[in-house]
């Protein structure tokens, strides 16, 4: 259910970092008032004031700074599930541009690195200020592990994305020329990879935070993220650490399991759960975002991005007629022909609406998904422009990504048992109300995490990391190469793929504005070849 609690709220007490390499003068903060921030983080009070600045970047993917780059669709729009849609190919050009994999150092996600690099900074910020003052130590610890696993998730938004990127654990000074080393994806892997281990296995953060706290990093967010570093790593060395966190601590401890009403979870009352290990915040009785403010408090925007245009025909939204989507993300008809009759998923992820009249927009299919599709209940209450300020939590981690994980783990470690794969990989299909596998493979393990994860921005990292493995352990049509190739819907008009992907794709373009700001960087060149 929605909880109303202190981290849907944006502290902007902490400076964000615009740039990777920019003037001082962001640096040089202080407090409105004048008082010099060593005199101001020395309670407390003021040090959660830090900290809670450091998650406020995770609100801000969805649009911000000029962009919208919502997690899910910055990585959906390269897979095979969806059409990237709007009004036509130059709307929104860098994710036409990237569905295409013909991105360029102009049309690429911009605005993603400058808040990623925003949370970093926020998060060395916090434990600078940490080392002021003398806090009680299990709450100094608490704060630590919490912003040190933050940062881990900032930066492995980047590395999945781009890869090569300047890393940095204390923030830039005069000394280094206010820029940071570019580091190749294996050493910004193996240091963050390090740095969770050390998060986990320091067992400070609660397995699961009460509803007050709810959204904070946890035990168990950071095990989930170390098994999908882990993984997209083809990291075999810890294959079975990575298992034995989640069978030890996470899978069958009582703390998280399947809910029970698949399409429910996605409703307001299934928000937290018990299958959300984490979820961002948001809130539309808090609504400051508006228009020229994308990064104050609110709600998000992900269902007006999602959803039809000119829509009149009810189904629990614009029932005063006064809303509109905005037409991205249209659901391919294989998404959903891929489903078995009696799949109870697909009223949770397809939102079918064949048959009804609205103003068609690029590549439409009349198929969106239903994960995050607009309902007026969840923007009835908001104080500003309500098509920017949807109650939907965003779901970044579930317990079935767990018990999938593990599956894939069983499987993979050098240890592991089909046996516990086939039970892991059983209990989420019996959620869905089909037939249980005998014996699963990997590649049942990835045509599961397709089924069920259709719209949450996980299928073309998995696509991804599938290609670099043997054709024996994952078919072509859980491969990249397979199923990232031109192709059309029949019968649908608009831009949709003409281009393939190819290994050289797997880090996107860097912004020619942040190789203009720092020389040293490096583009990804690979990407143009």
């Not at 920017?388 to 965003?394: C, H, I, M, P, T």
Request: glycine residues 6%; charged residues 25%.
């Amino acid at each position: 259910m929605k909880t109303t609690q202190s981290l849907v709220l944006g502290m902007m007490v902490s400076a964000a970092l615009l740039t990777t390499s920019c003037s001082e003068d962001f640096l040089n903060v202080e407090k409105p008032d004048g008082e010099p921030l060593e005199e101001y983080y020395n309670s407390k009070e003021h040090i959660e004031e830090a900290v809670i600045a450091a998650y406020d970047p995770i609100h801000w993917h969805d649009w911000g700074l000029g962009q919208y780059n919502a997690y899910n669709i910055d990585s959906e729009i390269m897979g095979d599930d969806f059409w990237v849609g709007g009004a036509n190919y130059q709307d929104m050009l860098h994710w036409h541009m990237l569905g295409n994999f013909e991105a360029t150092a102009d049309q690429t996600l911009s605005t993603l690195w400058t808040i990623d690099y925003s949370g970093v900074k926020r998060c060395n910020d916090a434990l600078k200020y940490l080392t002021w003052v003398e806090l009680d130590p299990s709450y100094e610890a608490s704060c630590e592990m919490q912003v040190r696993g933050l940062r881990v998730f900032y930066y492995n938004n980047l590395w999945h994305l781009f890869g090569n990127i300047p890393f940095y654990l204390e923030n830039l000074t005069a000394s280094t020329n206010y820029t940071a080393p570019q580091l190749k994806a294996d050493e910004v892997y193996e240091q963050l990879i390090t740095e969770l281990e050390q998060v986990i296995d320091s067992k400070v953060l609660p397995m699961k935070w009460d509803d007050n706290n709810a959204g904070r990093v946890s035990q168990a967010m950071a095990i989930m993220m170390y098994a999908e570093m882990v993984t997209y790593q083809n990291d075999t060395e810890r294959f079975f650490k990575a298992l034995s966190y989640l069978k030890d601590q996470l899978i069958g401890q009582g703390k998280y399991a399947l809910y029970p009403d698949f399409r429910g979870m996605w409703l307001t009352d299934g928000e937290w759960c018990s299958e959300s290990i984490w979820e961002i915040n948001y809130d539309q009785t808090q609504s400051e975002r508006d228009w020229g403010s994308g990064l104050a408090v609110g709600g998000m925007v992900i269902p007006t991005l999602i959803s039809p245009n000119d829509w009149h025909n009810g189904d629990g939204w614009a029932e005063d007629g006064n809303q509109d989507g905005w037409g991205f993300l249209p659901m391919r008809l294989r998404t959903l022909q891929m489903y078995d009759a009696e799949d109870t998923r697909i009223a949770g992820t397809v939102w079918d609406v064949r048959g009804t009249e609205y103003t068609l927009r690029d590549a439409d299919t009349h198929l969106w998904l239903f994960k995050y599709r607009p309902f007026d209940v969840n923007n009835a209450n908001g104080t500003t422009s309500k098509n920017l300020n949807y109650a939907n939590n965003f779901r970044v981690y579930r317990y079935a990504e767990a018990l999938l994980y593990a599956a894939e783990l069983s499987l993979r470690a050098s240890n592991g048992i089909v046996a516990d794969a086939t039970k892991y990989v059983n209990e989420v299909r019996a959620r869905a109300g089909i037939a249980p596998l005998s014996n699963v493979t990997l590649d049942d393990v990835f045509t599961e995490r397709h089924k069920e994860f259709v719209g949450e921005g996980k299928r073309y990292f998995d696509l991804v990391r599938a290609e670099f493995m043997t054709d024996a352990q994952v078919s072509s049509a859980n491969k990249a190469t397979g199923v990232l190739v031109p192709a059309q819907d029949e019968g649908v008009v608009g831009s949709q793929r003409t281009n393939a992907w190819k290994p050289t794709k797997k880090y996107i373009p860097i912004y020619q504005a942040e190789l203009d700001s720092d020389p040293a960087l490096v583009q990804n060149e690979d990407y143009f070849k």
